[in-house]
């Protein structure tokens, strides 16, 4: 079964606005990280939260994570046309002693100029 | 500092045929992953290794997929022979002390 699962699959947003992307989880994890890809590209370090925060900002990014409802949120503010990407959470599980992570499916964003 | 860089970026070939994938991960990165990103679906680990010893291979899905990490060093993923499903983007990562995962740009296969 998935563990980690992001909501919307796609969204399309005009430049400037908010983008916000869901990730939920289904076991206990030891961090949560967000990746984005640009088509074509290799996967992007953004952002990783650790089981003990709730949330984090690193420029226009804004995660929360909330371990009691399994996820979390990642919010992109005034958004630009080079955001467009596709964005995953990655989830590294508590009891894994390989460390490796568990990725979702992601969001594809679009923003508009 | 050079990042995590794969080889070849894109590979067409014929069902049946073999391929081999190369992942130089970051100098002195002692653990190296690969993943798979099948169209449109998940980025699924295939396996893990810690310097040149195989940690975690549960997501390797068959043994078409042998992987080698000779030395502790680059690493080599081969599909023999390939099939239709093994179409997508290899990904591979390597991590230092920090924990954060820094991929590389992927190989696009497509089997035909």
């Known amino acids: 079964s998935q563990q980690g699962e992001e909501d919307p699959q796609a969204l399309s947003i005009q430049e400037g606005e908010n983008a916000t992307m869901n990730c939920s989880y289904k076991?206990?994890?030891?961090?949560l990280q967000w990746y984005r890809q640009n088509s074509g590209r290799g996967l992007v370090h953004l952002i990783l939260?650790?089981?003990?925060?709730r949330e984090k900002h690193s420029g226009r990014l804004r995660v929360t994570l909330d371990t009691s409802k399994k996820s979390s949120s990642l919010l992109i503010t005034a958004s630009r046309a080079a955001d467009t990407a596709s964005y995953f959470c990655?989830?590294?599980?508590?009891?894994?002693?390989?460390?490796?992570?568990?990725f979702g499916s992601g969001t594809r964003l679009l923003v508009r100029p | 500092e050079a990042g995590v860089t794969q080889f070849p970026s894109h590979s067409v070939i014929e069902k049946g045929q073999t391929v081999t994938l190369r992942c130089d991960p970051i100098s002195g990165h002692d653990n190296l992953y690969w993943y798979r990103r099948v169209m449109g679906k998940e980025i699924k680990f295939l396996l893990h290794?810690?310097?040149?010893?195989?940690?975690?291979e549960s997501g390797m899905p068959n043994n078409r997929f042998l992987a080698e990490r000779t030395g502790g060093t680059y690493s080599t993923l081969k599909v023999q022979p390939a099939e239709l499903e093994d179409s997508g983007v290899y990904f591979c990562?390597?991590?230092?002390?920090?924990?954060?995962?820094?991929f590389g740009q992927g190989t696009r296969l497509t089997v035909v």
């Open positions: 290794f810690v310097k040149e010893s195989k940690q975690d």
């Open positions: 939260i650790r089981s003990n925060e």
């Open positions: 990562a390597s991590t230092g002390w920090t924990g954060e995962a820094f």
């Open positions: 076991t206990s994890i030891n961090n």
């Open positions: 990655a989830t590294r599980l508590s009891m894994d002693s390989s460390y490796k992570l568990i």
